[in-house]
C-alpha cells in the first residue's frame, strides 16, 4: 500500500484517504494553444517505470494538492512538497539521486 505524507498537515495517509492528479510539473495549455499543444496537455504522458513526479489531492483531510516523488517499480516514496513549486526540493532530488545511481533532474523536466 502506498503511504503518503501530506506536507500541510503533516498527516501520514495511505492511498485511500487521497485521490490521484496525474503526472505533476506538467506545462499546461489552455485558451489560446494549438490543437496539438492542448492535445498533448491532455494525452501525453510520460508513464515511467522508475522514479515519478505525480500529484495528489489529500481528499480525506485537508483537501490540499501536493507533489510526491516517488518510484513506480518499488513504490518507495522519496518525499512530498507543496503543489505550489516549479520543480522539486534540492533534498528530494538528492535523495532521488543517492538511491538511483545516474538519475537526474534534467532528465526528467
Same mark, same amino acid.
Given at each position: 500500500?502506498?503511504?503518503?505524507?501530506?506536507?500541510?498537515?503533516?498527516?501520514?495517509?495511505?492511498?485511500?484517504?487521497?485521490?490521484?492528479?496525474?503526472?505533476? @510539473?506538467?506545462?499546461?495549455?489552455?485558451?489560446?494553444?494549438?490543437?496539438?499543444?492542448?492535445?498533448?496537455?491532455?494525452?501525453?504522458?510520460?508513464?515511467?517505470?522508475? =522514479? @515519478?513526479f505525480?500529484?495528489?489531492?489529500?481528499?480525506?483531510?485537508?483537501?490540499?494538492?501536493? @507533489?510526491?516523488?516517488?518510484?513506480?517499480?518499488?513504490?518507495e =516514496?522519496?518525499?512530498?512538497?507543496?503543489?505550489? =513549486? @516549479?520543480?522539486?526540493?534540492?533534498?528530494?532530488?538528492?535523495?532521488?539521486?543517492?538511491? =538511483?545511481?545516474?538519475?537526474?533532474?534534467?532528465?526528467?523536466?
Open positions: 500500500m502506498l503511504i503518503l505524507t501530506c506536507p500541510y498537515c503533516g498527516t501520514r495517509c495511505d492511498e485511500t484517504e487521497l485521490a490521484a492528479g496525474g503526472e505533476a @510539473h506538467l506545462k499546461r495549455f489552455g485558451p489560446g494553444s494549438s490543437d496539438e499543444e492542448f492535445e498533448g496537455y491532455l494525452f501525453m504522458r510520460a508513464n515511467p517505470k522508475g =522514479v @515519478h505525480e500529484r495528489w489531492r489529500h481528499a480525506y483531510g485537508c483537501g490540499k494538492w501536493f @507533489h510526491a516523488a516517488r518510484n513506480t517499480a518499488t513504490l =516514496v522519496y518525499g512530498t512538497y507543496p503543489a505550489q =513549486v @516549479h520543480e522539486p526540493p534540492q533534498e528530494i532530488l538528492d535523495a532521488i539521486s543517492t538511491r =538511483v545511481p545516474g538519475w537526474r533532474w534534467k532528465d526528467v523536466s
